[in-house]
């Protein structure tokens, strides 16, 4: 889970302690994780990481710190699979903290994509693709050579675009991000 953000566009307000249903984002979204069938969940945190740890409940989590979060989204992305490393995962499935339209259901669709790993699988929307996105392990090294600035694994996952399974996942959720004033009213 990349909750990393500082929100510049919201004013400066983290996004991962903006609520929803009650709770704060980043809890919703690990819910959703765990409920897809997330056996281990592991939440980035960069801008007010202290107030995140206070605030939110994010037990049994772990809880990365991305020093370098104003760098952006690549950072984070890095800092997640570097954390990954020794644990025998064999793939990770990359949600972001503000699309609190993406349910259970949508993330546990491209966890079944999971094949081996070499696996990439994205949620697809209308056919274009999506979030969460699920890497194989043996892709993590080059989406973490290629992730920069806020483009995330953009770039590795184009040049590797015939490989990825791309699953349906219109019917079930919403992928709309949660970046300006305005995407607040999306929030609950």
Do not use: F
């Amino acid at each position: 889970m990349l909750a990393a953000g500082g929100g510049r566009r919201l004013g400066g307000r983290p996004k991962a302690l903006l609520v929803h249903r009650g709770r704060p984002l980043v809890e919703h979204a690990v819910a959703v994780l765990r409920s897809a069938g997330c056996a281990r969940v592991h939440v980035v945190l960069g801008a007010r990481a202290d107030d995140v740890r206070r605030q939110a409940r994010l037990d049994g989590c772990v809880l990365v710190d991305n020093p370098d979060w104003e760098q952006g989204m690549g950072s984070s992305l890095r800092a997640g699979l570097e954390s990954l490393s020794g644990t025998g995962a064999r793939a990770a499935l990359v949600s972001l903290v503000d699309q609190p339209g993406i349910t259970a259901e949508a993330a546990a669709r491209i966890l079944a994509a999971y094949r081996d790993e070499t696996s990439l699988a994205s949620g697809a929307y209308d056919g274009v693709r999506g979030h969460p996105v699920l890497l194989g392990a043996d892709h993590w090294a080059g989406i973490a050579a290629s992730a920069t600035g806020d483009r995330g694994a953009r770039a590795y996952l184009k040049e590797h675009a015939a490989a990825i399974t791309l699953v349906e996942c219109g019917d079930v959720a919403r992928p709309y991000d949660i970046d300006t004033e305005a995407d607040l009213g999306h929030l609950e």
